[in-house]
């Protein structure tokens, strides 16, 4: 059982629809990562937040737009996404963001564009 | 940027056999980490390595840190089905988290009974 919960474990949309992920962790964390992953590879950074503030965006497209409400939750909202843009969304947290500390990881959601 | 090259990228191994996979920074690696991953779902958290010849073990599952810090190796003893998976390392900068996590391309690893 991982103590990164996220929702929902798999979401099907269309171009034109928005959505959210949602992910959540209760350890205390002050750091939380969102990472995309394709199939048969690693996956890759989108979104670095440390203390509730976005402090990393690695170039990607406005139509992904992170948030975080408070420092236990970190959401994606999608909206117009591509069909490249299926693929594994995962989230992370660590408990401080400038030590070399390990990552936490949720299960995922597996999302599919139509 | 920071690139990791893992090596075998894919592995079969009989049950019980002992195994190994190696992980090569093109940088000094401040803190190294490896995880391991089933299709389609999280990373779970294995290790982490910070210093030069530093080495860990948990059940049979032993990482190693060589004393340059630029290359880490994954030894799994008497493999069993459980162990099946892949297999990632991951390194972070001189900033810890604030850089993120660069990830090697994965050692996907298979066990034969």
């Known amino acids: 059982d991982t103590e990164v919960t996220q929702t929902p474990k798999h979401l099907v949309m269309g171009m034109t629809n928005k959505k959210s992920l949602k992910c959540e962790q209760h350890?205390?964390?002050?750091?939380m990562y969102w990472y995309k992953q394709k199939a048969k590879k690693p996956p890759e950074l989108m979104f670095v937040?440390?203390?509730?503030?976005?402090?990393i965006n690695e170039s990607v497209p406005s139509r992904f737009s992170p948030e975080c409400p408070n420092s236990s939750l970190l959401n994606l909202h999608l909206h117009a996404l591509q069909p490249e843009d299926s693929a594994l969304y995962l989230c992370?947290?660590?408990?401080?963001?400038?030590?070399?500390?390990?990552?936490?990881f949720g299960d995922g959601t597996r999302l599919s564009i139509l | 940027s920071q690139e990791l090259e893992q090596s075998p990228q894919s592995l079969i191994v009989q049950e019980g056999k002992n195994l190994t996979i190696n992980c090569t920074s093109s940088?000094?690696?401040?803190?190294l980490y490896w995880y391991k991953q089933k299709y389609g779902e999280g990373l779970i958290f294995l290790m982490m390595l910070q210093k030069g010849g530093e080495e860990k073990s948990h059940e049979k599952i032993t990482a190693k840190l060589d004393e340059k810090k630029q290359q880490s190796s994954l030894h799994i003893t008497a493999s069993q089905p459980s162990h099946a998976g892949i297999y990632l390392c991951?390194?972070?900068?001189?900033?810890?988290?604030?850089?993120?996590?660069?990830f090697g391309k994965g050692t996907h690893l298979i066990i034969q009974p």
């Open positions: 992370a947290s660590s408990q401080d963001w400038g030590l070399q500390q390990p990552q936490h």
């Open positions: 350890m205390g964390h002050r750091a």
């Open positions: 940088k000094t690696l401040y803190g």
């Open positions: 991951g390194a972070d900068g001189a900033g810890g988290g604030a850089d993120g996590l660069t």
């Open positions: 937040y440390s203390y509730e503030k976005l402090s």
